[in-house]
């Protein structure tokens, strides 16, 4: 494998998965002390794009973000659509997802992996960037995400 195919070590974000997100996040936000983050949605296909394992899917997740200094804390809740998120909460149930960089040079950083086997899971844009999920838990035991905002 090579070394520093990011070009970045510095995680940005944990990603964990739950059955309910109303109720998760405000356990998290009760055991730190801060309120409950709002509760957003992924853009649907026709504006996000989303792809999982090579196909669009209609797959779309509820999201709440705690920031906390220099790393986030991100809960997924996933709908039934085909999805990283859902074939992992079925697979694996309830908890770690990913660890989150961010990247510049998206398609360069996801060729990249790709050749070092570590395929392309899902991909997706938002609203001022893009993310790609990476499958890396042979190697790495949790799945990468890479985060490229647009400048």
Known sequence: MEKNILGNNIIAQIGILVHDIEKTA???ADFFGIDKPEISMTDPL????TEYKGEATEA???LAFFDMGSLQLELIEPDNHPSTWREHLDKHGEGPHHI???VEGMQEKVALLE???MPLMQKAEYTGGRYAY???F???KVMIELLENDK
């Open 60 to 62: 779309r997740a509820k």
């Open 26 to 28: 405000q356990v998290y």
């Open 115 to 117: 050749s070092n086997s």
């Open 138 to 140: 042979k190697d790495l």
């Open 134 to 136: 990476m499958d890396t």
């Open 46 to 49: 026709d504006k996000a794009g």
């Open 100 to 102: 989150a960089f961010f």
